[in-house]
């Protein structure tokens, strides 16, 4: 596609429920992220997918939290068990390796989860 | 020592202010480097990537000091719209792990 397409925009899930968030890559693209961003702070990294290299799984902050990227294109990140605490942006962002070697992202719009 | 760390500002100049901001990281072996432009409520966008003293586009100004880990975004002629919060990027593996700043937050008032 285009862009980078994210699902849902918005979630309100109830605490305790289990969640799946969708990222549809720039076509081509090698490379796909999640982040996590909460109000008014930075950018959290969660994991990172680079063709068929095992992912780099690092920022997941618990068990709860676990991802996939099927066929090497779309991924998605799956919460269970949610908590209040999980309330937050999550961004995807995918790139293709520039001429220097170096990754630039293009980033989806975002899906803003609230867990009440 | 955190891996990336920025001065989450606010920074308020006015129209026309010159303002530059500092970014240090830890990975010494870091290679390439990145300033992203996150706009309130939107998702970030490139604004200049390093690849190795300093990159100039227009107003904007990016330089590295590998041997003091840092890099630097100046600002020249500050513009309204130019009101946004600044994000630095440092890859930290091999394998192209980017761990963003907490981000410097500009203000430029009239």
């Known amino acids: 596609g285009a862009g980078v397409s994210q699902s849902p925009s918005n979630k309100v899930t109830e605490k305790g429920k289990d969640v799946e968030l969708r990222c549809d890559p720039i076509?081509?693209?090698?490379?796909l992220y999640w982040y996590r961003q909460s109000l008014g702070q930075g950018l959290e990294f969660l994991i990172y997918?680079?063709?068929?290299?095992?992912?780099?799984k690092s920022g997941l902050p618990s068990d709860r939290f676990s991802a996939e990227r099927t066929g090497g294109s779309v991924s998605t990140l799956t919460i269970q068990r949610t908590q209040q605490e999980d309330s937050a942006v999550y961004l995807c962002?995918?790139?293709?390796?520039?001429?220097?070697?170096?990754?630039?992202?293009?980033f989806g719009a975002g899906s803003r989860l609230t867990v009440l | 020592r955190k891996e990336v760390e920025q001065d989450p500002g606010p920074f308020n100049v006015p129209e026309g202010a010159t303002v530059a901001f500092n970014c240090t990281y830890s990975?010494?072996?870091?290679?390439?480097f990145f300033w992203y432009r996150q706009d309130c409520r939107k998702e970030p966008k490139l604004l200049m990537s390093?690849?190795?003293s300093g990159n100039e586009d227009g107003r904007f100004t990016a330089q590295l000091n590998r041997a003091s880990q840092y890099i630097s975004l100046l600002i020249r002629d500050s513009k309204l719209s130019d009101s946004a919060t600044y994000l630095c990027?440092?890859?930290?593996?091999?394998?192209?792990?980017?761990?963003f700043g907490q981000g410097t937050t500009l203000q430029v008032k009239p």
């Open positions: 990027v440092v890859p930290f593996s091999n394998t192209g792990k980017l761990i």
């Open positions: 076509s081509g693209h090698t490379a």
């Open positions: 997918f680079q063709g068929n290299s095992a992912p780099d």
């Open positions: 390093v690849y190795s």
């Open positions: 990975n010494s072996a870091s290679q390439s």
């Open positions: 962002a995918s790139s293709a390796l520039g001429s220097s070697g170096a990754n630039v992202l293009t």
